[in-house]
């Protein structure tokens, strides 16, 4: 079982920065992803991180949004620059039991989600 819980959404600028972060415990998932949803649409997957450190990301937030995580792998974060108002939003981190492999962005493959922060871009 894993347990997340994410910090750091709030209020920027067009052209600002914010840095998500979530926390991990409990077992080690193989693969870490960010997910978003605006209001009125689906919850789309943005980012993802796998057991060895190999990232990828949506077309939407490609060169603005970078993923990492801390040395532990304790703790993911995800550093937004850039950041437009299509950007607003409520920002999931999630885990799955699998690498992340070329499902990365379904929702259903995740097994593990936090409650969510809320990014409001203005």
């Known amino acids: 079982h894993v347990q997340l819980v994410e910090s750091g959404g709030g209020s920027a600028q067009v052209g600002g920065s914010l840095r998500l972060s979530c926390v991990a415990s409990?077992?080690?998932?193989?693969?870490l992803g960010w997910f978003r949803q605006a209001p009125g649409k689906e919850r789309e997957g943005i980012a993802a991180?796998?057991?060895?450190?190999?990232?990828t990301y949506a077309d939407a937030v490609k060169g603005r949004f970078t993923i990492s995580q801390d040395n532990a792998k304790t703790t993911l974060y995800l550093e937004m620059n850039s950041l437009k108002p299509e950007d607003t939003a409520i920002y999931y981190c999630a885990a799955r039991r699998d690498e992340c492999g070329m499902t990365w962005k379904w929702r259903r493959v995740y097994d593990y989600w936090g409650q969510g922060t809320q990014v409001t871009v203005s």
């Open positions: 991180i796998d057991s060895d450190g190999r990232t």
């Open positions: 409990g077992d080690s998932p193989y693969c």
